[in-house]
């Protein structure tokens, strides 16, 4: 028969598990509105019977439940749903920064609008034609200086502009990158506590919470692959080790060699690092290599690509998206003052002594950046008759300058950029520019909406799984209480039987 008294540290027991269960239950209530908190709870397991098996045990009806055992504290976490929200997150990170760069650009070329290019470009185009049905007035020459001077200026604004934000992307860069090696800085220091509460045999659940969150906000910013490594020692079955943490290609693929970020298993990272070449010119280039935590020591791959993630939308933007529409204003600008600085120096306006109409910098090269009209010329200067083959004025109130010049803005074809071979108008050229921004910019926002959705919907999922419901928490706060008050009314009756059996037993 089992002693009474083994029965009073059956409900002792009892009384501990349910009070660590309590206090389990506030923790969690607690840390309700905690960031990338896990709820928690007691494993609970019957102690070991009674009695137990032998060739000498007691014989009787059967064992006899001896009470209850906290086996161990535990986060309630889905591997599965991790790997979802990770991946989403990195899909994100790449589409948000393309539309954010995409979106900027269009505010700076603020097409179709009365401000812009295409607006700018009428203006000039009327202005030409004014000055074909008014040709022997100085003033409708004027107001031709006047409209060039618009169009010049609308280029340089959006080049300028347009390079100021490419600017911010370089800086962008830089500063997600040190973000990326601060991570890891903090997941190597979280394996190395994680390592020593292991080996002891406790669960580090705050310090896991803790490191999951730091590889979310990581795999948003490069795509990574997490791998467990069991700690030394003598860490529980439920232990989840340290993280080895892999940057991979977009596909999931590992790069050759092997661009570990984490090493879980010696306990020391290695940091990224990015050389950015080229800076202020058409063809900026991004170099991404995986560097010691000294940043100069070679580590790994010399050259990462195609590592998706925030970091990689902010390259592409930086050295591709940019750069490409730059360099096709650079072109637009050009053939602009080329083209119609040919068709003007046809014109009875025309005067060597004073130069062309369009200008660029001091070596004569024209770009979006610094075209503009020349400062030297008047009204008078802009003339709408042209010249005989013999080069001498055509008659007062001929129209031919004027209407070729116009037709450079509007009629005239020509290859505009040296990689298209189809010859375009001016106008046309703008238009199909504006129209590609516009394309690229729906197509990285829809991929954005896409990635936030789906990103979302696995988030709602882990939280479901994770989450701490203060519901479900007070219902488990009531059931401890019955619980524990059971246990202390059972020893209140194991009381009373001891008092029977020693002071009324005489």
Request: glycine letters at 8%; proline letters at 3%.
């Amino acid at each position: 028969m089992i002693p009474i008294f083994s029965s009073l540290d059956m409900m002792q027991r009892a009384l501990q598990v349910t009070q660590t269960a309590i206090q389990t239950t506030g923790h969690n209530i607690s840390n309700a509105n905690t960031d990338g908190y896990s709820r928690q709870r007691v494993n609970l397991t019957t102690w070991l019977p009674y009695p137990g098996i032998g060739i000498n045990a007691a014989r009787g009806a059967g064992q006899i439940g001896t009470g209850v055992n906290d086996d161990a504290i535990v986060r309630i976490r889905d591997q599965f749903v991790d790997l979802q929200v990770r991946d989403n997150s990195n899909q994100n990170g790449y589409w948000n920064s393309l539309s954010d760069a995409y979106s900027q650009m269009e505010d700076i070329i603020n097409e179709p609008t009365d401000t812009g290019i295409s607006s700018e470009l009428d203006g000039f185009w009327q202005s030409l034609q004014d000055l074909a049905g008014n040709s022997g007035t100085s003033g409708t020459g004027t107001v031709v200086l006047q409209k060039g001077s618009a169009v010049a200026d609308t280029f340089n604004y959006i080049a300028l502009s347009l390079g100021k934000v490419q600017n911010n992307l370089n800086q962008q860069i830089t500063e997600n990158t040190k973000l990326v090696n601060n991570y890891a800085d903090q997941i190597n220091a979280l394996n190395t506590e994680i390592n020593k509460q292991e080996a002891n045999g406790l669960l580090a659940n705050d310090l896991y919470d803790e490191r999951d969150a730091l590889t979310d906000k990581l795999a948003q910013l490069v795509n990574i692959k997490v791998t467990k490594v069991p700690s030394g020692g003598n860490p529980s079955p439920l232990a989840e080790g340290k993280y080895t943490i892999e940057m991979v290609d977009q596909n999931g693929a590992s790069f050759s060699p092997a661009a570990t970020l984490v090493d879980g298993a010696a306990l020391t990272n290695n940091h990224l690092k990015t050389d950015i070449t080229g800076a202020g010119t058409s063809s900026p280039n991004v170099t991404v290599s995986m560097v010691k935590t000294d940043d100069t020591t070679p580590a790994g791959p010399s050259a990462l690509t195609g590592f998706s993630g925030k970091l990689q939308g902010l390259i592409d933007a930086y050295t591709n998206d940019y750069p490409s529409v730059l360099k096709s204003l650079d072109n637009m600008a050009s053939t602009l003052a080329d083209k119609f600085n040919t068709v003007y120096q046809n014109t009875a306006g025309y005067d060597s002594s004073k130069g062309l109409f369009f200008l660029g910098d001091a070596s004569g090269t024209v770009n979006a950046a610094n075209i503009h009209v020349n400062e030297n010329l008047t009204g008078s200067d802009v003339k709408a008759n042209g010249l005989n083959a013999d080069g001498t004025a055509k008659p007062s109130g001929d129209n031919s300058g004027a209407s070729a010049l116009s037709d450079v803005i509007a009629v005239n074809p020509y290859t505009i950029d040296g990689a298209t071979s189809d010859a375009t108008t001016l106008k046309s050229y703008l238009q199909s520019l504006i129209g590609q921004i516009g394309v690229n910019a729906q197509s990285a926002d829809q991929f954005s909406s896409n990635s936030n959705t789906m990103l979302t919907a696995a988030q709602n999922r882990r939280s479901s799984i994770s989450g701490v419901s203060l519901d479900e928490e007070l219902t488990n706060l009531i059931q401890l209480q019955h619980s524990y008050g059971a246990a202390a009314k059972v020893v209140t009756t194991l009381d009373t039987l001891l008092d029977t059996l020693i002071n009324k037993m005489g």
